[in-house]
């Protein structure tokens, strides 16, 4: 039997993987962050109490699990310190027992953020709509081997040094663009209480989630984002910066590929995306602004409305394909509740041909046409669904019809924000 699961957006991210890690959670000895930094925002809603995670794993709610931030992750050490802080707001214990941090992950500084900020600026109409988080600058320093580690990060000598071999480049760029300098004996200076304060908790955690996974207990991999804005297989250059798919977990974690294991995909009912870049089957219309204010589609990071529209199964084939998806965890079917009927798109047109699957050179292409079927709607309300059979008939078929598409099984269906709205399918672990 698998003893691990990976967590990965099938879509654009904001599918709900925090609810779906957090359930999942209480069954697993540790849950681990692989990728992206605080540009993610992973809603959980337990005992009514809403909380919005950014770097901290999902898996902080339960009390049993050891959460392991990766090494390929990027930490903006200033909004890690408010996150702990705000979990022990409502009593959750954030403390070096159950959180780990690779001292090898890179960390986001002022200084990526403003650059974040002013190449959005400068870019005009062609911009990506970024989170302003620093992402893409620090992985960029990360891959030009400029970057600054957690390892440098909590050593004043060692930051300042790693300082003043990066920033006189990138302050450069900086001034170039418009923007104020940063000094690096300055920064090291405003710094060192952060460096401090995160010490405790640096590990080697290649070594503790191979331990995890080689005594045979349960362990979750959570991706952020999604698998469309994965910077090699998504919608390219409308991506963040990092690799956001299932199988990458195991290289960017250095640890080797388990030989069972499980990829939970996790698809939202229907389509959001927040930012820039192509979304074929958006819907500007009155169904879009519907699942928006039914669905509370405005980012859990940024507060931005999302965009919203109808199902797009080319993109989801592909996404399965690309991540090794073996099940489904759909989620926000309660949304769809009062829709008489929906567009499904279920292949696209172009030039003369139908393609079922999404090419990434066709995202862009503006003779891309969406063909649709049309879906079947219900009026019930399903959040006290609690297993297949509870469902209203038209509900179940939505369900038989996307697993039959997309020869995937579901494994899960979320009916609501609380862990109690949920349908187990199957046993996600078997
Ligand atoms: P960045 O990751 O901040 O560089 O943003 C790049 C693109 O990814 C933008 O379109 C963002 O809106 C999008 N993005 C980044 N993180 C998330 C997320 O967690 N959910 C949804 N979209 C995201
Ligand atoms: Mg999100």
Same mark, same amino acid.
């Given at each position: 039997m698998p003893n691990n699961i990976t967590i990965v957006g099938i879509q654009w991210g904001d599918e709900g993987k925090g609810k779906i890690t957090d359930l999942l959670a209480g069954d697993a000895a540790a849950v681990i962050r692989y990728q992206g930094g605080a540009n993610a925002g992973h809603t959980v809603v337990v005992e009514g109490r809403r909380i919005v995670l950014h770097?901290?794993?999902?898996?902080?709610?339960?009390?049993e699990s050891l959460c392991v931030i990766g090494p390929a992750v990027v930490i903006d050490p200033e909004t890690l310190i408010q996150e702990a802080e705000s979990l022990r707001v409502h009593d959750i214990a954030v403390t070096p027992e159950r959180l780990a941090i690779s001292r090898s992950a890179h960390v986001v500084l002022p200084f990526h953020k403003r650059l974040d900020a002013l190449r959005e600026a400068s870019r005009?109409?062609? +911009?990506?709509?970024?989170? %302003? *988080?620093g992402i893409g600058p620090a992985y960029e320093d990360l891959f030009a081997r400029t970057g600054i580690r957690m390892m440098d990060f909590c050593e004043p000598d060692r930051l300042v040094t790693a300082l003043r071999r990066v920033l006189p480049e990138r302050n450069l760029l900086i001034t170039h663009l418009g923007g104020e300098p940063f000094d690096a004996e300055q920064m090291t200076e405003a710094t060192i209480e952060q460096g401090r304060a995160l010490?405790?908790? !640096? *590990? @080697?955690v290649g070594a503790a989630v191979h331990d995890v996974l080689s005594s045979g207990r349960r362990v979750l991999f959570e991706s952020a984002q999604g698998t469309l804005l994965d910077? #090699?297989? %998504?919608?390219y250059p409308f991506v963040t910066s990092s690799l956001t798919t299932a199988p990458a977990a195991f290289p960017l974690l250095g640890v080797g590929v388990p030989e069972h294991r499980r990829v939970l995909g996790v698809v939202k009912a229907y389509t959001t995306r927040v930012g820039a870049g192509p979304f074929p089957?958006?819907?500007?219309?009155s169904i879009g602004q519907r699942l928006r204010d039914v669905g509370g589609e405005y980012g859990a990071t940024t507060g931005r409305p999302r965009r919203c529209g109808f199902l797009y199964l080319p993109a989801l084939r592909y996404a399965i394909r690309v991540n090794g998806v073996t099940g489904l965890a759909v989620t +926000? #079917? @309660?949304? !769809?509740?009062? !829709?008489?009927e929906m567009p499904v798109c279920h292949a696209y047109r172009f030039g003369g041909d139908v393609v079922n699957t999404i090419h990434p050179e066709h995202f862009e292409d503006p003779a891309l046409t969406p063909l649709y079927e049309t879906w079947e709607g219900w009026s019930e309300d399903l959040s006290a669904a609690r297993s297949l059979t509870d469902l209203p008939a038209a509900a179940r078929t939505f369900l038989d019809r996307l697993s039959a598409a997309l020869e995937v099984p579901v494994v899960l269906v979320s009916t609501g924000s609380g862990r109690e709205a949920t349908i187990f399918a199957q046993d996600p672990w078997a």
């Open positions: 770097q901290i794993p999902s898996g902080i709610l339960n009390p005009g109409a062609a +911009k990506i709509g970024t989170t %302003g *988080r010490a405790p908790y !640096l *590990r @080697d910077v #090699l297989h %998504g919608t089957t958006e819907d500007p219309g +926000k #079917l @309660d949304v !769809l509740s009062g !829709l008489a």
